[in-house]
């Protein structure tokens, strides 16, 4: 899939509802660092730090999501691609304040 520094505003990586918002992730597990990423097609990259071993990656994705966001970790589920790179993350509260948080902070993303 292909890469882009820029993403529309209303972006396929985004599913908004009132009170979730479903997210497309591309994952980059053994990273130096975690961080946002900026973006890969229709999802948003994120690179975590730990290996794709024994759920170690997606501890580390939600972990990273919890603190990006200040939310709680039950707040955060991965609803699909649970051994893959590509995946479906829920967030539960509010959708469109999530993805506004998102958006602002995927701006300051290296891309």
């Known amino acids: 899939m292909a890469r882009s520094s820029e993403q529309p505003a209303v972006s396929?990586?985004?599913d908004a509802h009132p009170h979730r918002l479903l997210l497309?992730?591309?994952?980059q597990p053994g990273a130096k660092s975690t961080a946002l990423a900026g973006w890969h097609g229709d999802a948003v990259k994120i690179r975590v730090a730990a290996?794709?071993?024994?759920?170690?990656a997606n501890s580390t994705l939600i972990a990273f999501l919890r603190e990006l966001l200040d939310i709680p970790a039950h707040q955060i589920r991965i609803v699909g691609g649970q051994h893959a790179r590509r995946k479906r993350i829920e967030?539960?509260?509010p959708g469109d304040v999530l993805q506004a948080r998102l958006c602002a902070l995927l701006l300051n993303a290296p891309g």
């Not at 290996?51 to 170690?56: R, S």
Request: hydrophobic letters at 45%; proline letters at 12%; aromatic letters at 6%.
């Open 12 to 14: 396929p990586a985004f």
């Open 24 to 27: 497309n992730v591309h994952l």
């Open 51 to 56: 290996p794709a071993v024994e759920n170690k």
């Open 91 to 93: 967030i539960t509260g």
